[in-house]
């Protein structure tokens, strides 16, 4: 590993300082929301060093070694899934899996997934979008901090998400055997969720009438004054439509950026840090709902599917 990626990856706070010495445990090295460890992550993942993770970048590769490593320090066991990009370059999903406890509904799974790409060559994508990387982690440590949940959680962290879901699309045609496409009763998506001040909102769509995600985030909602939550909208064009088109249900949190959505602006030092905190908590909050759900999630999704008009993938 090159010095400087190296030092990338302490800053990130995912390996301890000595070559020689075990990697940490990050569990516990503070409140998973905390703002000063988001904010390092953001200024790793989104910032000029990575130049803005294109597939196959040498950024590209570090972003992925600073996920795998933080999942790794939080007692998880990251796995790349290696495909080939649209540029024709070698990139991969990571992932890892957070095995459920209930007898009952234990293999069901809630899938929480963020894209790690971005354009490069200048365009950093600090929102677009390792905001929602930084909140995916986020939520991996309060999971792993709290008693364990019923049912399984994975966190995935997508490549080449910039043209056309490629990554997700990828990981959902050859799901690994311990994620089961059968089993995924929820997708909690993160795409952007660093421009709350933009528009004074974030989105969460998906939230349709009779979904337990509904239910669930109707009753979250209060504990975060500051955000402007809009529920229900049909949504195009993030990483869980591979998965609605399978008749899973989502939630999809995004901010929507008025100026820098894919414009050399989209920097660290414009992210609405404060809101991208309480996003990143209730996003959370919604997870270990699921996840620790009296619902029955299973039929749910079968009686309704994803609440889109998708024709099935085959």
């Known amino acids: 590993m090159p010095l400087r990626a190296f030092a990338l990856l302490a800053l990130a706070g995912c390996v301890s300082p000595s070559r020689a010495d075990p990697a940490p445990s990050c569990v516990d ?9 988001l904010h390092a992550r953001l200024a ?10 294109a597939p196959g970048s040498a950024g ?37 899996v957070l095995p459920g406890s209930d007898p009952d509904v234990g293999s069901e799974i809630i899938l929480v997934s ?13 929102n677009d979008n390792a905001s929602g990387v930084v909140a995916m982690l986020a939520i991996a440590q309060d999971m792993v901090q709290r008693k364990a949940a019923k049912r399984t959680i994975v966190f995935a962290a997508f490549g080449d998400e910039e043209t056309g879901m490629t990554g997700s699309y990828y990981f959902a ?13 929820q997708v909690i998506n993160l795409d952007m969720v660093g421009s709350h001040s933009s528009r004074g909102f974030v ?16 009753k979250l909602t209060s504990k975060y004054p500051r955000l402007n939550v809009g529920t229900g909208g049909t949504a195009r064009g993030s990483d869980f439509e591979p998965f609605c088109k399978q008749r899973i249900p989502y939630v999809f949190f995004w901010t929507p950026d008025a100026r820098c959505y ?3 602006c989209d920097t660290v030092e414009r992210i609405d840090e404060k809101r991208m905190v309480d996003i990143a908590s209730l996003a959370g909050d ?9 619902l029955d999630l299973s039929a749910t999704q079968q009686r309704l599917g994803c609440g889109v008009k998708y024709p099935r993938a085959s």
Not at 173 to 185: L, R
Not at 203 to 218: P, R, S, V
């Open 203 to 218: 989105a969460a769509m998906g939230t349709f009438k009779g979904f337990a995600a509904t239910k669930h985030l109707a």
């Open 286 to 294: 919604l997870v270990r709902a699921l996840a620790d759900s009296e």
């Open 29 to 37: 090295d503070g409140t998973p929301y905390a703002r000063a460890g």
């Open 262 to 264: 894919h414009e050399k």
């Open 173 to 185: 045609g050859h799901m690994p055997a311990d994620v089961p496409m059968a089993k995924i009763v």
């Open 60 to 96: 590209d590769v570090t972003a992925r070694k600073v996920i795998a490593e933080r999942l790794t320090c939080l007692g998880l066991t990251p796995i790349e899934q290696v495909f080939t990009a649209q540029n024709g370059k070698e990139t991969a999903n990571v992932y890892a």
């Open 114 to 126: 963020a894209h790690h790409d971005h354009l490069g060559k200048g365009y950093f994508g600090a």
């Open 44 to 53: 790793v993942l989104g910032g000029a060093e990575l130049d803005g993770r």
